[in-house]
């Protein structure tokens, strides 16, 4: 009878509780409302161009063996090596060492065409083709990287059900819209040790990236040897720069996953940690140290003077021979031109030269390097600002400005990559970042001009990460970037996009990267102990301030530690996302209202538990005191959900005075503290707006009542 | 009134759920019990030689400084770098950038009186002395390693509460009691990445420990570059070794933190990577294949060719100049001789020169292996085969065989070292390998036959571990070693150890280790979801089998992925520790029987609970279908021990029939499955057995009764 008790009370909680089904009600009810992809259930990120699934499977057992048709090389075989390591990792399964020679039987064929490029470039063909039946798979590819590119989808294909793991029958032809899929890391703030690098070109490689923009050099830092001017990473970097030979190492880790890495040595603006070496080279005497803030500074490159160009060739050309990559950028962005205002020597030479502003004599600067770069082989890419009229159309634009800066640009006849749209260092949501089209559907750019628009890049620059933390900078957010980069345009679902995505989040693991693990390692810290529940909760439903934002509320410098609770916190709260459905079916289920009920009240109490869980916790740690504004604002939050569900459950009307007590009291929660946000208020103004509302349900339809709520709460201020 | 109703509930789960609250009483219980220290407060580990806490406290803010007083250099300067860099971490406080060049006023002053050796030396002064006063804190040591030391010490010594940071008044007067800590990781079997050795070496930093001892040669891998003769790593690595230049990397960033590197070259058994590609070095002719099995393997060196010992020269004296200790070990154990007794060759050769047997020929090899080391200015080490008759004295014994045999050694004047009982990688507790003691209380040594006991070394024997699961194999436990190894003999305390060690475990995080993050990243991989409650639930009170069972239990070889359950559970079960602690608590508490007893209701739930949860979980991935009889099992102890629980509340009597019933289910639950087993089963056993006695309490004292469940329960079969 004990048992039997105990038995129901689990069912019970079982069937109101379980995370794993709700969330796959959630995903189910998703996919079905944006039901306009033909394969809905499939987890491929970046979705390809053409996927036809049929009803066969392939086993995936402990025979599973690969065989390698047509051209192999040490690249192919290496790619294939991870493949199967990280197959055997998930399935737990030993497969048979080594490839077979059998192609007839294997379980896998590559057939390659043969090796591609040799140095990864912007037309490398990537594209590739799968054939799944029940007796075999068969990746076709033209070159090594579309190879990898395929291995990376087939393990995205494999499934499971209780009768084991499995290919699913599917035919895919693929390949990307865009030739460049860019990630860029900003080292130059904060080092990032070749381990994280190498760990991020894995992930990017699982998500079909294949452009590595290393941004080196910084006004905080100059990231790289230089054997023929030393001082430049001596006395510009704290020690903390790579050697010639860990680049070699990035650089044919990078290859081995068909990724191109491009250096970027941003001139003549953002330069302060070369001057530190080498004061000579700038537009004011100096000295000068490394820029310890985040911001726009002064210290800029002096481009009047011979030895300035002198000493880039040897510099440029020194990095021209390290880094393979046709392409070299020089950046160029942010330059305000203070110091040359100043400089009489400048004003007189520019005097001289007829050059009548800033821009055009950073336009000077960039005809001299673009020569310096052409004799080095180089293509010269920069940002937005060094679109002069006198620029050549070889030149490309990397606009932080946006589409239309782009399409511009297009039109005059220059390549251009977007980023605008994928600073990914501002903390919005992979949804935010998923809508932006280097080639929207309302272009107006002819189909020769489109060709000019080569793709994008997300950009995580550096202020606010360390190795700690750019993982969850970085990641799942950057796999809707690289969709939108790879998939055709019209794949713009976002709900399924955020399915996939948690799929893909957690796959991002096997390769080592940390955006989920160190979330609690973080917390641990803060706490001092292994109990972080409460801490745990809050974390999940709030965010770091967004856009540069955090600059203000929190004052930090790149020295300062970044341990704190907001580095902890994670963008895109899948939390917040979560309770948003829950409360989105519930109104949907008027005048009922009983759908996720139950789970939004207990949601709503484990805020309560934890506000009141946190202070002790708080008490015993300094480090957390930040954290005691929010608790309290947790527990309102909690408070406040769980009256307005009592309201909505007994039908009584909540006063006026109560409507207006809990909207003072959740804009107040809204407000930012320790430069964090609660990504639950409008979730619960809902809320407290249906229970105001709730009367209405009587002469209205359910469905109108669920769109006036919508707009009541999405109100500035009720 | 909802709110106060909720408050209440609220109210009511934190008292009796709130495990930090729990955790501390217990603690707080075990240090009580066992207040044989002076200052059972401090989570010092190892425990200094002398110290001797008062009332003062030195304020840690954003002021912080430290100054250097007397010997500077860079290595100092780092391991402040450093020091401070964890702090700031901790506090997420930012500290003034850079040392202070007065020390009147820096909160701490570091008085270095010299750089100490050059090559850390089983000679180096380790010793330092630290006094903290309300007005500052000083850290005095003789050497840069012993100022090292000290640093961890006052890592370990920040405290808090509401008022902030600081570090409490304290006298600590500290020295090693033995000078060889070390810790063997086996990098044969299963390769390990630069990057586990330095974090681990960071972690040995942590607790004091002074040698790496690098395995890096076994029948399944040859992990090291040889330029002399590169078909060794080429040939018996599978791609997986360290270059020459990684070596020193690894040696360098030792030297910093304080530690040796000494390296092993397994002789003349464990040999067969070496003979893949020289097979002309074997006791048969070959081929030979790297060894992919676990186990003891037959190939050896061939010890009665002179070609062998001119290998060994060119050999052995590459790698003597490539590492600076003063140490070498050539391994020496396991050798059954097979092949020796097979070969005509080698039996013409023995009889020829009276060798009598296999043990007297593999003396006759390390007599002429010795004077190859001495040629090359080392001295040799080898495991306790190696000591024969006519063994020169100043050859290093190192034990798996234990204290009597390392007495034995030290009475005929032999250097040795301990491993027995610090075998990691066996998966015993920390209690199991805090025990035993190189000079144990009872050695008959003499104080000048005992200095000949160095000290010891935990062994990571690499069979089973990866860079994903290496951590969790040596930490937190190996902190327990290193305080055996370098505090005073009388630190035995086993509750105030796991106090601290489970302090360390969250510091140790601080250095990138991964013992407590990758658990559930694991988790996650095994259940394809976020949503691992249940199974972390399971994998706390389970873990892998002991000893060498794992072999047959779970037959795989060094290809197989080390994923599974049985990868992702750790050793020494905290969660079970705590349980077996509240079951004691309870049973102390007869005849009340009340301590503990809502905790330890709802532990047994949650075990129900996960239990039902992990059916559904476990379908859908086949890689968890091991789990499915563990999942069965660990609803029976649920089940039981709620049954138990309920009878010792109300006091009614189970029958017979019901008592033998139960133990028979709890025998059944403590077979091993999927070579995991549960560590709970002695504490429910004790619950079932004090159900079924409780009507003795009437007569006899609560604490006669109590020994008696104690008695009966440990009995092995009811």
Redesign the interface.
């Given at each position: 009878m004990?048992?039997r008790t105990?038995?129901q009370?689990?069912?019970k909680?079982?069937m109101t509780t379980?995370?794993?089904?709700l969330?796959l009600l959630l995903s189910i009810c998703g996919s079905m409302v944006a039901a306009q992809e033909a394969t809905p259930k499939h987890a491929l990120m970046p979705v390809p161009a053409s996927v036809e699934f049929h009803p066969e499977r392939l086993v995936i057992d402990g025979s599973f063996k690969v065989a390698i048709r047509g051209h192999s090389d040490v690249r192919l075989q290496s790619g294939i090596g991870r493949f199967i390591?990280r197959l055997?990792?998930?399935?737990?399964?030993?497969f048979p060492?080594g490839l077979s020679s059998d192609d007839q039987t294997t379980t896998l064929v590559v057939h390659c065409e043969g090796p591609g490029q040799a140095i990864p470039s912007v037309g490398e063909n990537e594209s590739y083709r799968i054939d799944i039946t029940a007796r075999q798979a068969v990746l076709y590819a033209p070159t090594v990287v579309g190879a990898l590119r395929g291995l990376e989808t087939l393990l995205q294909l494999v499934e499971?059900?209780?009768?084991?793991?499995y290919l699913p029958g599917v035919k895919i032809q693929d390949q990307p819209r865009f030739p460049w899929r860019g990630l860029l890391i900003d080292v130059g703030r904060h080092f990032e040790t070749i381990?994280v690098l190498k760990r991020n070109l894995d992930a990017m490689a699982a998500v079909k990236l294949n452009v590595f923009h290393w941004h080196l050099t910084e006004d905080q830092g100059f990231r790289i040897e230089s054997k023929k001017f030393p001082k430049l990473h001596q006395l510009g970097s704290d020690g903390l720069f790579y050697t010639q030979?860990q680049v070699r190492e990035v650089i044919a880790y990078a290859r081995e996953r068909g990724i191109r890495v491009m250096p970027e040595f941003d001139m003549p603006g953002h330069a302060t940690s070369w001057l530190v070496g080498h004061p000579e080279l700038g537009s004011a005497p100096g000295p000068y140290q490394i820029e310890?803030k985040p911001g726009i500074f002064e210290p800029a490159l002096d481009p009047t003077r011979e030895e300035v160009y002198k000493f880039l060739e040897q510099f440029l050309g020194e990095m021209a021979a390290l880094f393979p990559d046709a392409y070299m950028h020089i950046g160029g962005d942010e330059n305000e031109g203070k110091q040359w205002d100043r400089n009489p020597k400048i004003q007189a030479f520019m005097k001289e030269k007829g050059i009548k502003d800033n821009h055009a004599l950073q336009a000077y600067f960039n005809q001299r390097l673009l020569k310096i770069l052409q004799k080095n082989g180089k293509k010269m890419i920069g940002w937005d600002e060094i679109l002069q009229p006198e620029l050549p159309k070889d030149v490309v634009i990397h606009s932080w400005r946006g589409t239309a800066a782009l399409g511009e640009a297009a039109k005059r006849g220059y390549d251009g990559i977007l980023s605008n749209g994928y600073y990914i260092d501002l903390i919005f949501s992979a949804a935010d970042h998923y809508r932006p089209d280097p080639l929207p559907a309302d272009s107006t750019l002819t189909p020769e001009q489109a060709k000019h628009v080569l793709g994008g890049e997300a950009t995580m620059w550096g202020e606010w990460v360390t190795p700690e933390t750019i993982d969850s900078r970085i990641w799942p957010r950057t796999a809707a970037v690289a969709e939108r980069l790879w998939s055709p345009r019209t794949v713009t679902d976002v709900e399924d996009m955020y399915r996939r995505l948690?799929?893909v989040s957690?796959q991002l693991?096997?390769l080592g990267l940390?955006h989920?693990?160190?979330v609690?390692?973080m917390l641990?810290?803060?706490a001092?102990?292994?109990?972080i529940g409460p801490l745990r909760t809050l974390a999940s439903i709030t965010e770091p301030v967004k856009e540069y934002r955090r600059y203000d509320m929190r004052p930090?410098?790149m020295?300062?530690?970044l341990?704190?609770l907001i580095d902890a916190t994670r963008p895109d709260s899948a939390e917040a996302r979560r309770f948003a459905s829950m409360v989105e079916a519930l109104l949907s289920d008027a005048p009922r209202l009983q759908l996720y009920r139950e789970e939004i009240n207990r949601t709503l109490?484990d805020w309560?538990?934890a506000s009141?869980?946190l202070d002790?916790?708080i008490?015993?740690?300094?480090?957390l005191e930040e954290a005691r504004p929010l608790a309290k604002d947790l527990s309102d939050l909690g408070?406040t959900g769980?009256?307005a569900m009592?309201y909505l459950k007994s039908g009584m009307v909540p006063t006026t005075a109560w409507r207006e007590a809990k909207l003072a009291g959740l804009a107040q929660a809204a407000i930012p503290k320790s430069a964090l946000e609660f990504m639950v208020i409008s979730s619960v103004k809902k809320l407290v707006i249906a229970a105001a509302e709730r009367s209405q349900l009587k002469s209205t339809t359910p469905a109108e009542w669920k769109k006036r709520i919508t707009t009541l709460a999405t109100l500035p201020r009720q």
């Open positions: 004990l048992l105990y038995r009370q689990v069912d909680k079982i379980n995370k794993c089904l969330s390591k055997q990792g998930r399935t737990v399964l030993a060492p499971s059900d209780r009768s084991g793991f381990d030979d310890r948690d799929v957690l693991e096997e940390t989920l693990k160190n609690d390692m641990r810290r803060l001092r102990s292994e109990d930090q410098t020295l300062s530690p341990t704190g109490a309560l538990h009141l869980a002790p916790i008490d015993r740690t300094p480090a408070e769980l009256e009592s």
